[in-house]
């Protein structure tokens, strides 16, 4: 079973931040944070490895709550290049990356 | 260093029809994957491998088929097309830091 995202989409305008939240019903190794533009491929963002753990990239961060099964992806002081969709991706124990539902970001001036 | 390429761009098939995706890395990763993306969804995993002569079924295997004789390539295989397999499909590597990087996928119509 995939992971559920929320929001399923949000609406901002340059300078705003948000929040998307992943959540697992299945145990969480790593979470992998990829961004999609419309009619590309995805691109990776960051990995989170540890629980616990917080990254972060420019002004894009993220957390992992392993004992929740949980990531937070947040953008701050979002900029029109932030728009796309976001999926988070759960690795477990396997090779495998299982993806989520998805959270589509639009950034407006 | 291309990174990962996938031919080809785009495709119409009939039913009943077969073909093979191709993807090539130049990375010399031993992980590889394949994803088909439908209109306005999230990625479903297909197949994986964990290097030459070993693959594994994903989330959404059923009508397709995948080899991996090379490191370098890792194609995806259709045997009878049918109107369900109209997707996006991706194909990815990944590093050993995990990190996959996606190939610039293939535009596939089943009419």
């Known amino acids: 079973q995939q992971p559920v995202q929320s929001p399923q989409a949000v609406i901002l305008r340059e300078g705003e931040d948000a929040v998307i939240n992943c959540s697992s019903s299945k145990a969480l190794y790593s979470v992998h944070w990829y961004r999609q533009k419309h009619g590309e491929a995805p691109v990776f963002l960051m990995i989170l490895l540890k629980g616990g753990e917080q990254k972060g990239h420019e002004k894009i961060s993220a957390s992992f709550n392993e004992k929740k099964q949980q990531s937070s992806l947040y953008l701050t002081a979002s900029q029109l290049s932030y728009s796309g969709t976001y999926f988070c991706?759960?690795?477990?124990?396997?090779?495998?990356?299982?993806f989520g539902t998805g959270t589509l970001l639009a950034v407006q001036p | 260093n291309a990174g990962v390429t996938q031919t080809p761009k785009f495709r119409i098939l009939k039913i009943g029809q077969s073909m093979t995706l191709q993807c090539t890395q130049d990375m010399n990763h031993n992980y590889m994957y394949w994803y088909r993306q439908d209109p306005g969804m999230g990625l479903k995993l297909i197949y994986y491998?964990?290097?030459?002569?070993?693959?594994d079924k994903g989330e959404v295997p059923n009508g397709y088929n995948v080899s991996r004789s090379t490191t370098e390539d890792f194609p995806l295989r259709l045997e009878l097309a049918a109107p369900s397999q109209t997707s996006v499909y991706f194909c990815a590597c990944r590093t050993s830091q995990e990190t996959q990087y996606f190939g610039p996928g293939t535009r596939l119509l089943v009419l």
């Open positions: 991706g759960g690795g477990g124990a396997t090779n495998k990356l299982i």
């Open positions: 491998s964990v290097g030459a002569g070993i693959t």
